[in-house]
């Protein structure tokens, strides 16, 4: 993680010094490769129908909130998939929300707007599985920017 507790990419000589401590612990036979993890940037975009009686602007951010939570860096993990109906279930469980209307998941990578995201491309539709949207093999995926990275609308 870099001073902002996003994900980044390692310097070589945190790699050569974590090779020369391993290297303590290895048999004769082993090899250690260590590797950076592709960062798969991503954004959450989705449309929502809320009770009468509700402000659309107190659902909004509190169901941005909630995806937020879902999304914090300490919660994932490498290889790790999202699961689509555990956002789904946070969004049409928050109060106010009637029903779900819209949801997907895309990936951000360049500069978009101004931010800087990772370079690594993932094609989000190709690899959804039965609600599981998978990182590419040894991959994480991130919400670098929450406040911009979270469309939420409501109809």
Do not use: C, W
């Amino acid at each position: 993680r870099d001073s902002s507790s996003r994900f980044t990419t390692s310097s070589d000589t945190l790699k050569q010094n974590l090779a020369k401590y391993l290297n303590y612990f290895r048999l004769v036979s082993d090899a250690i490769d260590i590797l950076d993890a592709p960062i798969v940037n991503i954004s959450v975009k989705y449309t929502i129908s809320i009770s009468r009686g509700y402000r659309q602007d107190v659902v909004l951010a509190s169901v941005n909130s909630k995806i937020k939570k879902y999304f914090d860096i300490k919660h994932m993990q490498i290889n790790k998939p999202i699961i689509e109906s555990e956002i789904k279930n946070l969004i049409i469980n928050t109060p106010g929300v009637v029903s779900e209307i819209y949801f997907e998941i895309f990936n951000k990578s360049g500069i978009v707007q101004g931010n800087s995201y990772s370079d690594y491309s993932h094609d989000i539709k190709q690899n959804i599985d039965r609600g599981f949207i998978f990182p590419p093999h040894g991959g994480i995926f991130e919400l670098k920017y929450p406040s911009e990275d979270i469309d939420g609308s409501v109809l």
